[in-house]
């Protein structure tokens, strides 16, 4: 188990911890928390959690960071993986031709 450099991450409750192990096998839906941990701030993936929030993307759909990553653009019509649908991640990740 890697060490985790962040004095909030026992108390925490993001879905995203950017210290997390198997961080892509965490989902974050858009109405749940971001990290608020000044020096995490600049993550690109982090910048695009808190976009989703202020355009307020539908919060019936979820994210991993991988899916936040690959992500170019963000607005209102933004929609994650269904979480009905099995595999709904890979093809969301295949449609913008990310493995």
């Known amino acids: 188990m890697a060490e985790v450099d962040c004095r909030k991450y ?3 409750d993001v879905p995203l911890c950017p210290e997390a192990e198997g961080l892509d096998k965490h ?4 109405d ?3 990290c608020l ?3 995490f701030a600049s993550l690109p993936w982090v910048k695009k ?3 989703l929030q202020a355009v307020k993307a539908d919060n019936s759909y ?8 690959a992500l170019h653009r963000v607005t209102q019509a933004t929609r994650g993986a269904d979480p009905d649908s099995a ?3 890979t093809r969301w990740l295949a449609q913008r031709g990310r493995p």
Not at 27 to 30: A, E, N, Q, R, V
Request: hydrophobic share 35%; net charge positive; with cysteine.
């Open 27 to 30: 989902l974050w839906y858009s």
């Open 87 to 89: 595999g709904s991640e």
């Open 62 to 69: 979820f994210f991993t960071a991988s899916m936040l990553k």
């Open 37 to 39: 941990v000044r020096r």
């Open 49 to 51: 959690q808190k976009r």
């Open 10 to 12: 026992e108390t925490c």
């Open 32 to 34: 749940e928390a971001i």
